[in-house]
């Protein structure tokens, strides 16, 4: 059921109607999705990589299907690993996704490549027997103080270099993106990184595996997912892919499809300092050498701590309010807060604009809190697109499967904590589709 435009009371402001709605919210069961197994969430490519954070690809589906017709048009502005694009795909519709993440572009483009499996595999000999029996020229030793730090073992090194010098020399792009995926996903368990932690922790009792075993097993598990993939991609998607699929490494601000063309926009955006995705993908951007400057690096991200100061216009009496009740307990974290919400009100500018008439903005948002200051993104974002001239069409409250996102922070510091934490508390047991339309 559609809501139409707020306020429709006169005398409550948009902001207390808002309020007032999400405070009226039931969960719907319907979108937890917690009968699906790992096997189903993991289905065709959508276990190349780990990602944090990543979509349910059955979730991204059933916007797609409910929203589209079979060819329009779908974007995710921050597609991570690409989730919707792939299944903008399985569904017939054309998938166009920007992150500003190197890494995370390597993977959706991987991810929904579908390539000839026996071509694929024909290489992936090729590439095992130059390993096994030494036949490489022109290995590259990367020497960076930063990939010391991360693989001290240098015999475990070496081999890596051997790896991925043998990948850079295969001269089809499609097939070394699909090796270097791989690579990338095995750099975490060839690290002393420590395994359970997205944070940059180091475990220096960790027993590191032989480098050529768990990338012939990566290997070989990409293989039988891509030629699944293969077999079930719709087949005039399969036999004009590059009309049906254009991603980019670039910002959401800036997204690359024509004006009033958009037919849905399937999205969850990053956090305010939940992960800084820049710090996470190090192993593969000291490998890649996607950039020299890590600080520099994780300024272009939204939601990161490490921003330079500016005044960004927040468009939501919710958002004011919120940057002001933290500015009293940490002035930091409410500045980057307040950059947080302006960064997104850009955001939402850009998608506003490249929606087609009764198009659809579907945004995944949890909130969050931090020194028992509630920060309801959802409520803001909301706000922030009414004002920008969307109508809300749905609002949903969902489960957070809990594998997927962390669910404890410490009622004091606001991080992320374990559970056997005190002074835990939950972090987003649930989260919200705020469903917006263009009218
Ligand atoms: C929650 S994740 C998206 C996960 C995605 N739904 C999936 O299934 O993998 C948010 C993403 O926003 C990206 N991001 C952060 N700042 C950005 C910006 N300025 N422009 C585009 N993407 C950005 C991050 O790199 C991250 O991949």
Redesign the pocket.
């Known amino acids: 059921m559609a809501i139409t435009t707020l306020p429709t009371k006169k005398d409550i402001s948009i902001k207390e109607e808002i309020i007032d709605h999400f405070a009226n919210l039931e969960i719907d069961v319907s979108w937890s999705f917690a009968e699906c197994t790992r096997k189903e969430t993991s289905y065709i490519t959508h276990s190349y990589h780990r ?1 944090p ?3 349910i690809p059955q979730l991204a589906r059933r916007l797609i299907e409910e929203y589209t017709e079979v060819g329009e048009i779908v974007v ?9 694009i792939i299944e903008s795909l399985m569904a017939e519709r054309i998938g166009i996704g ?4 190197p890494v ?1 572009y390597l993977i959706s483009k991987a991810k929904s490549t579908p390539i000839e499996p026996k071509k694929l595999e024909r290489e992936f000999t090729l590439l095992t027997f130059d390993i096994k029996t030494n036949n490489i020229t022109n290995i590259e030793n990367i020497e960076n103080e930063r990939i010391d730090y991360w693989f001290p073992d240098r015999e475990k090194k070496r081999k890596l270099s051997i790896i991925l010098s043998r990948i850079n020399q295969i001269e089809d792009e499609n097939i070394r993106t699909f090796f270097l995926c791989g690579f990338s996903n095995i750099l975490k368990n060839c690290s002393i990184w420590l395994m359970k932690s997205n944070k940059p922790t180091r475990d220096f009792k960790k027993e590191i595996p032989e480098p050529f075993l768990i990338f012939k097993r990566q290997i070989e598990m990409m293989l039988r997912k891509n030629r699944e993939f293969y077999q079930q991609i719709p087949i005039t998607v399969l036999e004009n892919i590059t009309d049906y699929v254009k991603l980019k490494c670039g ?2 601000r800036n997204l690359p499809v024509k004006n009033n063309t958009v037919g849905l926009i399937v ?4 956090y305010v300092t939940s992960y800084e ?1 820049a710090d996470l993908h190090q192993l593969t951007i000291l490998w890649f050498q996607y950039s020299h400057s890590l600080s520099e690096f994780r300024k ?4 990161t701590a490490h921003h330079r100061e500016e005044h960004l216009e927040i468009g939501s009496e919710i958002g004011r309010e919120c940057v002001k009740d933290l500015e009293l307990k940490d002035k930091k974290k409410s500045r980057e807060v307040a950059m947080y919400f302006g960064e997104m009100r850009q955001c939402f500018i850009e998608m506003f604009r490249k929606l087609k008439k009764y198009g659809k903005a579907c945004i995944v948002i949890g909130d969050t809190s931090f020194k028992g200051v509630n920060v309801p993104n959802a409520e803001v974002f909301v706000e922030q697109m009414l004002n920008i001239g969307f109508d809300i069409y749905k609002i949903i409250k969902r489960e957070i499967p809990s594998k997927i996102l962390p669910q404890i922070r410490d009622s004091k510091t606001g991080r992320f904590t374990s559970s056997k934490n005190h002074n835990k508390i939950l972090a987003y047991p649930h989260e919200y589709i705020i469903i917006m339309e263009k009218k």
């Open positions: 990602y954070a990543k979509f995710d502005p921050f597609m991570g690993c690409g989730t919707t920007v992150d500003i993440n995370a910002d959401a999205t969850s955006p990053p995705y272009k991200f939204i939601g």
